[in-house]
């Protein structure tokens, strides 16, 4: 089935750009998305990409696709110790209706 | 900016008891979902609904969860006879348009914990 995988654990030293990495299976997926968890609170959708674009800017964020490795990936630059969160990345296929397929997060840890 | 509110924010029950978990969508949205988090796990989806009626759902969807929109700003989870390997966070998500064309966005979620 379908599957997203990215690393668990990422330290960053503040100021420093932050690079999250994920691989899906989906070779058809639709959209692709970053979602940013901070402690005790939901899901925040931080930017999501269409999967016939390359890349994607949005101020300090910046996100890549590979679509023949199946990669994506969130730049974070000059990383705050306010970027210290949980970053999900997540896929959804219009093939597959509506439900979006979550990674298990990478846990940003910025460091003094 | 317009949110998804869910309530409670962390709800305890014993074994076998029902819970409902509410959650108040962005009101121009159309297209609501469940999904939960075991601790440590994926955020997995339960089930989406549309047009008063379930529009998808997940084999995890059994018969033991339900969802309702009972008026015209709540949409709820019933779980009727909670086991242990319910404890979990729910999150609740409304988007615009059908999931694949449109973001999803979600709630603050509700932790349930199952003794």
């Known amino acids: 089935g379908e599957d997203v995988e990215q690393s668990l654990f990422l330290s960053v030293r503040e100021g420093d750009s932050s690079v999250i990495n994920c691989t899906y299976t989906d070779s058809s997926s639709t959209y692709l998305y970053w979602y940013k968890q901070e402690p005790g609170a939901g899901l925040q959708l931080l930017t999501y990409i269409f999967s016939n674009m390359d890349m994607k800017q949005d101020q300090r964020l910046t996100v890549l696709l590979n679509k023949k490795d199946k990669h994506l990936s969130l730049r974070i630059a000059d990383t705050q110790t306010g970027d210290s969160a949980i970053y999900f990345c997540?896929?959804?296929?219009?093939?597959?209706?509506?439900?979006?397929?979550f990674g298990k997060g990478t846990r940003l840890h910025i460091l003094p | 900016e317009p949110e998804v509110t869910q309530t409670p924010s962390h709800q305890v029950t014993q074994m076998g008891q029902e819970v409902i978990l509410r959650c108040v969508p962005i009101s121009n949205h159309l297209y609501f979902y469940w999904y939960r988090q075991i601790l440590g796990q994926k955020v997995e989806f339960l089930v989406s609904f549309y047009n008063n009626e379930i529009s998808e759902k997940s084999e995890i969807f059994d018969d033991q969860f339900s969802v309702e929109r009972p008026d015209g700003s709540n949409f709820t989870l019933k779980i009727r006879s909670t086991k242990l390997e319910d404890s979990a966070m729910y999150f609740c998500?409304?988007?615009?348009?059908?999931?694949?064309?449109?973001?999803?966005?979600f709630g603050p979620g509700t932790r349930l914990t199952v003794l």
């Open positions: 997540a896929e959804s296929n219009e093939n597959r209706d509506d439900k979006i397929i």
């Open positions: 998500a409304s988007s615009r348009d059908r999931g694949f064309t449109d973001t999803q966005y």
